[in-house]
């Protein structure tokens, strides 16, 4: 029996499934390529969860781990068709020997499909992304026009490639900081706001609104205000659409969540905790812009006050100093370095450090979380999920979360969230890791 209610029937992922990545920068080529090569057999789906984890079943002693992907009816591979959006016409060949992160030799194998990939026109507008202008971009009368564009351009997409599902993944730039205002309240208000083309509906919640007018899954990847306002869960109850995000948990802040939670189950201390780094992609150029830094900075400062609950263990982390540094760095391209510096306190108050040199990959780490997320969030919307998808923040620096719980980030209580609600989904047993039976 499992303990989580009645499971839903699931509908079964017959057919094509549409990808549609707003975005077709440094992570979305990244995946693209990453699934061609796959399908190709010149690559494994290193990191990504839904192609190579497994899951326990039941007891210890009946020795059930299936993989995911044959334990819940996941779209395959083979059965996914990508299309993106971006403000530059280049196609996602070129675009990826733009980004610069992977071999030209690997690319060139993948050149056709890559090359057939050529990006829809993009809703754009610079006063959220500040750093960048490109001639790929829709005229319109006002913000309600642009979004019809879009809609128009999904179920064009939807039929050219024969499409039976969709999702959407937003891949865009990370854009300005906003704040949750009077337009974003309501469904009503937000249509309202399109039609005046209020200024505080960005480019980000065009597209998901788009998607979620469709009925389409939506996930943010960046930092930026886009789904987690109240219109647009409105609209994804009205619609029934999942929804998850936001920015992905790759690099430092993955780090972050690994090792914070160990040191925490541990009791030990953090006076502080800095961390910063060098990047030189696109995305490092866009993060060089204050405005659009301060969301990520937001996005990557929450995790540890979090995962320290300090107002359960002021002792402990009351006052920690968290300090996040991003430098863009262009020698490096897409390869992140990252330093972390964490005082840690000890028995009698003995003051210990931990150094964390992480050299990375950015995208390379953000690929099959696009991966994971698109095929997961088609599942839900096959299984009659809908809303903020909570499961899924496993995969998110800044997870979305109910109004009345605060969000989960330790990766390992995310990680048996994911799990468990795979388990609950096949009506399988949900595991606890009590155990007692083995010494009954
Ligand atoms: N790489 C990672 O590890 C990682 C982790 C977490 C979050 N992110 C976020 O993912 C996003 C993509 O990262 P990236 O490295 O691919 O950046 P990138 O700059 O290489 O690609 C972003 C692309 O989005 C396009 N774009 C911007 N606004 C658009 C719009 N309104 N419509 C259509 N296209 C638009 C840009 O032209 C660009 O080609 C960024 O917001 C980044 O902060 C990346």
């Known amino acids: 029996m499992n303990s989580g209610g009645v499971p839903p029937v699931i509908a079964p992922a017959a057919g094509t499934l549409g990808v549609l ?42 020795g059930r781990y299936p993989r995911i992907k044959d334990f819940v009816d996941l779209a395959r591979l083979d059965d996914i068709v990508f299309g993106a ?14 980004a610069g992160v992977l071999d030209p030799t690997l690319l060139d194998k993948l ?39 879009l809609i128009a351009d999904i179920r064009a997409f939807k039929t050219a490639h024969g499409c039976s599902r969709l999702v959407m993944v937003w891949c865009g730039s990370t854009e300005v900081f906003m704040a949750e205002g009077p337009v974003h309240q309501s469904l009503a208000a937000f249509e309202k706001g399109l039609e005046r083309s209020d200024d505080a509906i960005s480019s980000s919640m065009l597209y998901a609104y788009a998607a979620l007018s469709e009925g389409i899954p939506f996930a943010n990847a960046a930092p930026n205000l886009t789904a987690d306002i109240p219109a647009m869960l409105e609209l994804a109850a009205k619609t029934r659409s999942p929804i998850c995000g936001n920015d992905m948990k790759t690099g430092q802040t993955l780090i ?18 800095y961390s910063t780094n060098i990047l030189g992609n696109r995305d490092g150029e866009v993060l060089d812009d204050p405005e659009s830094f301060r969301t990520k900075e937001e996005s990557k400062k929450s995790a540890l006050d979090y995962i320290f609950q300090p107002h359960l263990y002021p002792d402990l982390y ?36 931990l150094k964390i040199n992480f050299l990375c990959r950015d995208s390379i780490l953000a690929a099959p979380i696009v991966l994971d997320s ?10 009659g999920l809908y809303g903020i998808q909570e499961w899924l923040s496993f995969y998110y620096k800044a997870p979305m979360h109910a109004p009345e719980v605060y969000p989960e980030h330790d990766l390992f209580i995310q990680l048996m969230k994911l799990k468990n609600t795979l388990r609950f ?15 009954d």
């Open 21 to 62: 990545l707003v975005g077709l920068g440094a992570v979305a080529t990244t995946t693209i390529a990453g699934v061609v090569a796959i399908r190709k057999g010149l690559a494994q789906p290193i990191g990504s969860l839904s192609q190579m984890g497994t899951v326990r079943l039941g007891k210890r002693t009946e």
């Open 85 to 98: 959006w971006d403000i530059f016409d280049d196609d996602a060949y070129a675009a990826a020997r733009t």
């Open 111 to 149: 050149r056709p499909e890559m090359e057939a990939i050529t990006p829809m026109s993009a809703a754009f507008n610079q006063r959220y992304v500040k750093r960048l202008s490109g001639p790929n971009v829709k005229n319109g009368r006002d913000k309600k026009d642009l979004a019809e564009q």
């Open 256 to 273: 972050k969540t690994i090792i914070a939670p160990g040191l925490k189950a541990r009791l030990l201390g953090v006076r502080g905790w």
């Open 318 to 353: 009351k006052d920690l100093s968290h300090v996040v540094r991003i430098n863009y760095y262009p020698p490096r391209g897409d390869n992140k370095e990252g330093w972390d510096n964490i005082d840690i306190v000890g028995w009698l108050g003995y003051p210990m450090q």
């Open 374 to 383: 698109a095929l997961f969030l088609d599942l839900a919307k096959r299984s």
């Open 425 to 439: 989904l096949k009506g399988e047993e949900l595991i606890t890791h009590l155990g007692r039976e083995y010494y």
